[in-house]
């Protein structure tokens, strides 16, 4: 019997697939599909959550999984600090912490393997077709229903060790006081996320009901992408887009 893989095996595996679809994504001509595509699913997002957005309880929570987990940035500098460290966040930081950056690389790259198809089966679609309908067909076209839902949960699992976390008064003491130590080590990327996702999570309290309503509408969302019927979908689609555009 195999020994259990480690935090740290789990962040570099998940961190490796993601650069290697980067490269993939260069090599074959995707780069731009899947800018496009994550550039319309940030703005699906901001449209969905516009009231979490403008809520002072939810909002810091809200951008920060819009920016730290779909946000439309290059994390290659967080990626490889991550990287570097993986095996010193489980000697060094208690074991929710590790758990924590392993939910996160798990979320990078179940959201890079996603998109790379997405942005496949969006090329060899009509452009003629609006962006709605042709994202809502090389949705349906990756048949990944069972990836969806497990990216889901790990957000869910995700927000839910954040405020475990937050409750750490020490912890988070600690993290304060590693801000020149990290930047002079060059970790400030992986700093930035970690105090950005405390001090959101810290705001909410109780963070169950900002999950839970993030669980029903992405729920809701998923369904509808895979068997909604095309034009209704498209119009809610459509109406989600051009609240934010």
Sequence with gaps: MSPPTSASDLIRSHLSRV?????QAQAEGLQAAVDEIKHLQARRFRGTYADFLEHPKYAPATRFFLDELYGVHD???RDAQFARIAGALERLFPEAVA???TDLSETHALTEVLDHQLATHWLSLDAAHSPSER???AWRSTDARASRERQLAVVQHMGLELQRLTR?????????MMRN???AAGLDALQHFLETGFDAFAALGDARPFLDTIRGRESGWVQALFDEDLAACRRRLDEELDSRA
């Design 75 to 77: 994390f290659a500098r």
């Design 181 to 183: 130590p990290a930047r």
């Design 135 to 137: 994202y809502i067909v």
């Design 99 to 101: 758990q924590l950056a």
């Design 168 to 176: 750490m008064k020490t912890l988070r003491l600690g993290l304060r």
């Design 19 to 23: 650069s290697q679809l980067r490269a």
